[in-house]
């Protein structure tokens, strides 16, 4: 009997302890459903992050790198995107050469490496090009205000068996958003160029570039498979097929007020933007509202706000169709993210940390 019990116990302590072992692994896919928000934190103080929440709470779990890794971004948050089984955060260091990409595991946030300069300087935007490749835009070391964008950008090609860069295809100053249509990738840029950059994704050589418009930013594909583009103040709309602008139609008619942070709505077949403005008759603080127009559009008016309310972040919920609006009441300071039904009515609020710039539903 006694050797019987002891069994027995030696069992239940085997058990627990193999328990208790596997309690202490990360759960593979503890980030995997829900929405991601990119907070680009304050530039000078370095301290940008990443938050995760799913769509039934109203807490969000904050600054997940530091908490699977125990240490900090030491950065401003630029950009973040998932390829393959990877998540890529690019990091913007406001002292020189000090620039990174952190890669890790899209599950459960635990760092696999990381990328610096001279491989990447003032990186931009991530984009998937397979499960085993991603392309960085970046602008490149800069210079002063009197030439800032003093060398051209160019696109980083990272390898994702190895986590290194393998290549540099140059394109214009100030590169920044990717959007990937089939083969192609389609690059815009900022530094005053009038051209988008078209890459065969193959063979990492740019095919071709296309004059669009002052400063062509990708945005999205609509319902119809055009690409639609920010250029300037004006909303740009892009046939792939033919490779020619079929219209360009200018955001409002505000002198001083400026449209941003577009974000398409699950169908593919409307736009939300804020329309901004910096008071310089109130300490030139930022003001504006968030407004939405149809691809079918012929004129984009800006007169009649979803949200009386300026965010510095914004995305739409393909799932639930719910409006999501980062709110930065100050660049010290937590920031959160409210959520609106499509009727501008409010749900509710999280906090997360500052300046919330980007969503990402999961």
């Known amino acids: 009997m006694k050797k019987q019990f002891l069994k027995v116990a030696g069992g239940i302590l085997l058990i627990s302890a193999l328990v208790s072992c596997r309690e202490k692994v990360p759960d593979p896919e503890m980030y995997e459903l829900g929405v991601i928000v990119r907070n680009a934190g304050n530039y000078l103080d370095n301290n940008g992050s990443i938050s995760f929440f799913r769509r039934e709470q109203s807490t969000a779990e904050n600054d997940l790198f530091f908490t699977q890794n125990g240490r900090s971004l030491t950065g401003s948050v630029q950009g973040y995107t998932e390829a393959g089984s990877s998540s890529l955060i690019l990091v913007d260091n406001s002292t020189a050469g000090q620039d990174k990409v952190e890669i890790v595991s899209r599950g459960n946030f635990q760092s696999l490496a990381t990328i610096g300069t001279p491989d990447i300087e003032n990186p931009r935007f991530a984009l998937e090009v397979s499960a085993t490749k991603a392309y960085v835009s970046c602008w490149g070391a800069t210079g002063d205000f009197s030439n800032f964008f003093k060398n051209p950008g160019y696109v980083a090609v990272v390898d994702l068996k190895t986590n290194k860069v393998t290549k540099k295809i140059e394109v214009p100053k100030g590169a920044e958003r990717m959007i990937r249509i089939g083969n192609e990738i389609y690059v815009g840029a900022i530094g005053g160029t009038e051209n988008l950059t078209i890459i065969d994704g193959a063979t990492d050589a740019v095919k071709r570039s296309v004059k669009v418009g002052i400063s062509p930013d990708p945005i999205a594909i609509d319902a119809n498979g055009k690409l639609w583009l920010q250029s ?41 933007y804020v329309y901004s403005f910096y008071d ?38 393909p799932l639930q169709g719910l409006i999501y609006g980062g709110v930065t009441p100050t660049f010290k300071q937590s920031g959160y993210v409210v959520r609106y039904r499509p009727d501008g009515s409010v749900v509710d ?3 997360v940390d500052i300046s919330p710039s980007e969503l990402m539903f999961k």
Do not use: C
């Open 232 to 272: 300037d103040k004006s909303m740009v709309r892009f046939n792939t097929q033919s490779g020619t602008v079929e219209a360009t139609l200018l955001v409002g008619t505000h002198p001083v007020k400026t449209p941003s942070k577009f974000a398409i709505s699950p169908d593919g077949r409307s736009f939300y």
């Open 349 to 351: 609020s999280i906090r």
């Open 280 to 317: 310089s008759d109130d300490g030139f603080k930022q003001k504006g509202e968030t407004y939405r127009f149809s691809i079918d559009d012929t004129s984009i008016k800006a007169d009649k706000p979803v949200i009386n309310r300026l965010f510095s972040g914004l995305g739409v919920d």
